[in-house]
């Protein structure tokens, strides 16, 4: 149990394009995904945390304008890196965490390459 | 300062040695709980235990187990007979509460330790 996956699992991308990654908790019900962003050697940095059918809330330094966070139904979260630049460049992992636990299950990760 | 520290960035051991990797953390709450993740080259982030501040019996599943003392604010991981499969990265992380946000309890992790195993 407690499967989370992430679509894609990688993508390239011309600068200047937008690009958005799925998360989708498959057997249980998500009230609170996360997402991360993963560097080359280190560790996981939170972006932001979202409830369902709420507004995320934004780590400080990241640009919710440019991460744009979805989290429309209980299975079901959404990024989309707008206007996509070469920095922007990382792993990008997707967590959800049900109502029964405290437990943060892991999706699988994209990584995003932007030329 | 770093809530979670994990101070060995790399070990490598020979397979079948037992290997222990240090986990320290830092917090002002009663209530938190501290997991282990395993994250190996595919990239995909393995839950491996989670402990809850109250409960300071430690834990042995198959050929892993957990030593949490609370006296220390450590909660270190022991891989007993290491394989080749084992070599990964390791994440501790502490959850603690936070005062405002969308998510009560958030994940703060450490800087992981990459461990190899060599055949």
């Known amino acids: 149990g407690a499967v989370v996956s992430q679509h894609p699992s990688w993508v390239i991308c011309k600068s200047g394009t937008s690009v958005k990654i799925e998360c989708r908790s498959l057997d249980f019900q998500a009230t609170t995904m996360f997402w991360y962003r993963q560097f080359p050697k280190q560790s996981l940095m939170l972006m932001a945390t979202s409830n369902e059918g709420s507004k995320a809330t934004y780590e400080q330094g990241v640009e919710k304008d440019k991460f744009l966070i979805n989290h429309a139904s209980l299975t079901l979260s959404t990024l989309t890196v707008t206007s996509a630049h070469p920095e922007d460049s990382s792993f990008y992992i997707c967590s959800a965490r049900g109502t029964s636990g405290f437990t943060q299950y892991f999706g699988p990760g994209t990584r995003l390459t932007v030329l | 300062a770093q809530k979670v520290t994990q101070a060995q960035t790399e070990i490598s051991v020979v397979e079948k040695e037992d290997v222990t990797l240090d986990c320290v953390y830092e917090t002002r709450d009663t209530t938190y709980y501290l997991f282990w993740y395993k994250q190996p080259p595919s990239g995909e982030l393995v839950f491996l235990i989670r402990r809850n501040s109250f409960d300071e019996q430690n834990e042995i599943s198959g050929r892993y187990s957990w030593n949490f003392q609370k006296s220390t604010s450590s909660f270190n991981f022991t891989i007993t007979a290491s394989q080749v499969v084992d070599s990964a990265v390791y994440f501790c992380?502490?959850?603690?509460?936070?005062?405002?946000?969308?998510?009560?309890?958030?994940?703060?992790f450490g800087k992981g330790t990459k461990l190899s195993v060599i055949p």
């Open positions: 992380a502490l959850s603690e509460k936070r005062n405002s946000g969308a998510g009560s309890y958030q994940l703060t």
